[in-house]
């Protein structure tokens, strides 16, 4: 893994973050890298209220605000920024307006490195929604100031049509540090942490590699 000048997360959910690239964040942040996540929504229409249920509709986006703040606690990320977005509605917002708020993180953070979803193969509304608004503020830049984009696609499809990952970061030396980040969100994820445990002890190696590897498609125009 490259250092990078600063590395810039824009993601719908809280929890996004903690899935899929924690481990590539850490390891950013333990080589000095800046890095800033950019949280759309505060995912208030959640479908989980924890287990055994701690929240109602009502306190769930006051506590998933919470959760969000101790997985970037725990990841060590300085700069969170939660955009107002409400959960379950990226898809229908004007696209320009996202396209350039997207242009103005990147103008104001000047980072050498965005890592999104990939629209297209990221399977829920907002997720596309988000990544293709990132794909194209960075697309509008002049080529030469373009920053690198990772993206995360997990579509059934998208290895049949995008091929294999172009990146692929073994974070298991911060196993430990992704599985507290996903904890962080425990109104989400208690249940599957409790499962997921349950096949690390059984050692399986699907659930074993899905933890240790992270995989990225970069983006071609």
Not at 17 to 28: D, L, P
Not at 76 to 100: H, Q, S, V
Not at 101 to 110: A, F, G, K, P, Y
Request: a negative charge; charged letters at 25%.
């Amino acid at each position: 893994m490259e250092k990078e000048r600063h590395v810039l997360v824009v993601f719908p959910h809280p929890d996004d973050e903690a899935f899929g690239v924690s481990g590539t964040i850490a390891s950013h942040i333990n080589m000095g890298t800046p890095v800033t996540y950019a949280c759309l929504t505060l995912g208030q229409m959640g479908r989980n209220m924890g287990n055994p249920p701690f929240a109602n509709r009502e306190t769930l986006p006051e506590i998933r605000r919470q959760e969000l703040k101790e997985a970037a606690r725990v990841l060590g990320i300085a700069d969170l920024r939660m955009l107002g977005f409400r959960d379950k509605t990226i898809e229908f917002e004007d696209e320009d307006k996202l396209t350039d708020l997207m242009s103005s993180l990147i103008s104001e953070l000047n980072p050498s490195l965005v890592i999104s979803f990939y629209p297209g193969y990221s399977v829920h509304p907002d997720h596309e929604a988000t990544g293709a608004a990132v794909v194209r503020a960075v697309g509008k830049m002049p080529e030469a100031e373009r920053p690198k984009l990772q993206l995360v696609a997990f579509s059934r499809n998208c290895t049949e049509e995008l091929g294999q990952p172009d990146i692929v970061n073994d974070i298991s030396a911060l196993a430990d540090v992704k599985l507290e980040a996903i904890k962080a969100h425990r109104s989400q994820t208690e249940l599957m942490v409790a499962e997921m445990a349950e096949k690390l002890k059984a050692n399986d190696q699907a659930t074993i590699a899905w933890l240790n590897l992270e995989r990225f498609w970069t983006y071609k125009f």
